[in-house]
T-cell receptor, first 113, second 112 residues
Framework: DVKVTQSSRYLVKRTGEKVFLECVQDMDHENMFWYRQDPGLGLRLIYFSYDVKMKEKGDIPEGYSVSREKKERFSLILESASTNQTSMYLC????????????FGSGTRLTVV | SQKIEQNSEALNIQEGKTATLTCNYTNYSPAYLQWYRQDPGRGPVFLLLIRENEKEKRKERLKVTFDTTLKQSLFHITASQPADSATYLCALDISGYSTLTFGKGTMLLVSP
């Protein structure tokens, strides 16, 4: 089975800190995605990547950036964390074709204080 | 604007009954629709994908229908069990970039 591993389950950071959320998948998937999930708002797409060094903005990219230097790793960066970025962050990967479902990681619950 | 709507109220049913969840969408003609299960504090798990030219798809106790005229998908769990209790999400590619937009999900509670 494909495994998507997010480096931390829980994180607490201070306002203004630079935060790195790491995601690694082990099945050579081309596509990787970052979502955040908030009560009442559901899952919202932040950024996605179709290949190494490629990135595309999702629906809510403001305040975030991403890095994909290796195929298996997709990092989400909060340049200067703010309290409104307190959320559950979910990474997902998918095989090349859109005929496949996503495999999600277990999520990182980030609290910015 | 494009919308994906799932019933926000929890669905409570008795063990052994069939659970039916609804996903409605507007202003788009997706090529496929997906259903996911999410347990509290965990990431969603992919269950089924149904394409626009498929009316129905089954997997064990799960059945999904896709009516592109009504712009609706129904998700059925037959012979439901307490272990089926979770939030179920539908998802569509409405961006045109092969990314998924998710509904907010419906919580299913199956009581013994």
């Amino acid at each position: 089975d494909v495994k998507v591993t997010q480096s931390s389950r829980y994180l607490v950071k201070r306002t203004g800190e630079k935060v790195f959320l790491e995601c690694v998948q082990d099945m050579d998937h081309e596509n990787m995605f970052w979502y955040r999930q908030d009560p009442g708002l559901g899952l919202r797409l932040i950024y996605f990547s179709y290949d190494v060094k490629m990135k595309e903005k999702g629906d809510i990219p403001e305040g975030y950036s991403v890095s994909r230097e290796k195929k298996e790793r997709f990092s989400l960066i909060l340049e200067s964390a703010s309290t409104n970025q307190t959320s559950m962050y979910l990474c997902a990967s998918r095989q090349g074709s859109s005929n496949y479902g996503y495999t999600f990681g277990s999520g990182t619950r980030l609290t910015v204080v | 604007s494009q919308k994906i709507e799932q019933n926000s109220e929890a669905l409570n049913i008795q063990e052994g009954k069939t659970a039916t969840l609804t996903c409605n969408y507007t202003n788009y003609s997706p090529a496929y629709l997906q259903w996911y299960r999410q347990d509290p504090g965990r990431g969603p798990v992919f269950l089924l994908l149904i394409r626009e030219n498929e009316k129905e798809k089954r997997k064990e106790r799960l059945k999904v229908t896709f009516d592109t005229t009504l712009k609706q998908s129904l998700f059925h769990i037959t012979a439901s069990q307490p272990a089926d209790s979770a939030t179920y999400l539908c998802a569509l590619d409405i961006s045109g970039y092969s990314t998924l937009t998710f509904g907010k999900g419906t919580m299913l509670l199956v009581s013994p």
